[in-house]
């Protein structure tokens, strides 16, 4: 039943991603559409990486792994990960990927139901064409990862570290040494900037009182 409801997650996001790919192509007109569609491919690329810093971040420094939901849905991968950052690497293709699959879901399912159709107005393909490109690199986010702590990942993945569109395992051993900087793990190139300003540190630093103003139950 688990790997036919993985199965299922990717085929319903495969097939909403479709969709969304077609409507953006349907409003293309012309050549001087690319440079917006390039455009938005590396907004939804930077976000994608900001996100997974931000998560990333939360989950290794706050609540527990017996927190009611959040702790079985969350935060004990990310711990895991800790202990044994080789265990992602053990795991099946669609077990590693399929959550961010269900993330996404929703998400496109209200855009392709509610938020019109894609023009070809500049802002129109730059929001719809972010989505898309925010998508894919949602899905792509654990396998950039898994592929930073294998010895021996596939030819392509290898070729993405190269060029550094997918994290490669020099720059997410970072994170590893130190365990407080170098989050963000689908491309990492705002861990520089992030690690520089001390983003993350700033924000545990603002939301301390509410930490020690809650329970002392260390689920803050």
Request: hydrophobic share 45%.
């Amino acid at each position: 039943m688990k790997r036919a409801s993985e199965f299922v997650a990717l085929a319903i996001f495969l097939a909403f991603q479709g969709v969304l790919a077609i409507r953006i192509a349907g409003a293309v007109d012309g050549p001087a559409a690319l440079p917006i569609l390039l455009l938005a491919l590396l907004l939804g690329i930077l976000a994608t990486d900001f996100i997974s810093g931000l998560v990333h971040w939360f989950c290794d420094g706050f609540f527990r792994e017996d927190t009611p939901i959040l702790g079985a849905l969350l935060i004990r991968s990310f711990r895991e990960h800790h202990r044994d950052p080789l265990a992602m690497t053990r795991r099946r293709y669609l077990q590693i990927n399929h959550n961010n699959c269900l993330v996404m879901i929703p998400a496109l399912a209200v855009a392709l139901r509610w938020g019109g159709e894609p023009r070809p107005e500049p802002v129109s393909l730059l929001g719809w064409g972010a989505l898309f490109s925010f998508g894919c690199a949602v899905y792509l986010t654990n396998s950039f990862h898994r592929w930073a702590h294998d010895a021996d990942p596939p030819r392509m993945a290898r070729l993405l570290q190269r060029a550094r569109l997918a994290v490669g395992p020099e720059h997410h051993a970072a994170h590893h040494r130190k365990g407080r900087d170098s989050y963000c793990v689908t491309t990492g190139w705002l861990n520089p900037v992030l690690d520089r300003t001390q983003l993350f540190p700033r924000i545990e630093r603002a939301l301390q009182p509410l930490r020690q103003a809650a329970p002392q139950d260390g689920r803050w």
